[in-house]
């Protein structure tokens, strides 16, 4: 499903052929890009910086700035790896005050027994 997605946008664009992953952790930032090619990926820049102990307390951010700066650490260190500049990120960062929502929709399809497509999911 998740690489269903990914070849649907590779083909609207050369630029989508690499995913990058950046994770805002509490102890560290981490990047990851990587080269999508049809059912696997291959990593091909890897970065990390540490945090400072006053950039981030208790899973939220303290310090913006520091946090930022750190980014562009990790990302600058995987992007040299890689050999290119990243265009788009996912970006995760959690902890106890980051907050979701669920929401539950009931959908009866027209045609329950058809596998799910790309226009569906």
Do not use: W
């Not at 890009?33 to 951010?61: N, T």
């Not at 929401?103 to 226009?119: F, G, K, W």
């Amino acid at each position: 499903m998740v690489f269903d997605k990914i070849r649907a946008a590779r083909k609207q664009s050369t630029e989508n052929e690499y995913i990058v992953g950046l994770d805002i952790g509490t102890e560290f930032v981490k990047v990851l890009i990587a080269r999508v090619d049809d059912e696997s990926l291959e990593i091909v820049g890897v970065g990390r910086a540490r945090q400072d102990v006053s950039d981030m307390h208790s899973g939220a951010i303290a310090d913006i700035s520091g946090v930022v700066r750190n980014c562009e650490e990790a990302l600058a260190e995987a992007e040299d790896q890689a050999g290119l500049q990243a265009k788009k990120a996912v970006i995760g960062i959690a902890g106890e005050l980051v907050k979701g929502v669920t929401n539950t929709i009931r959908y009866r399809r027209p045609q329950p027994d058809r596998p799910l497509d790309v226009a569906e999911s």
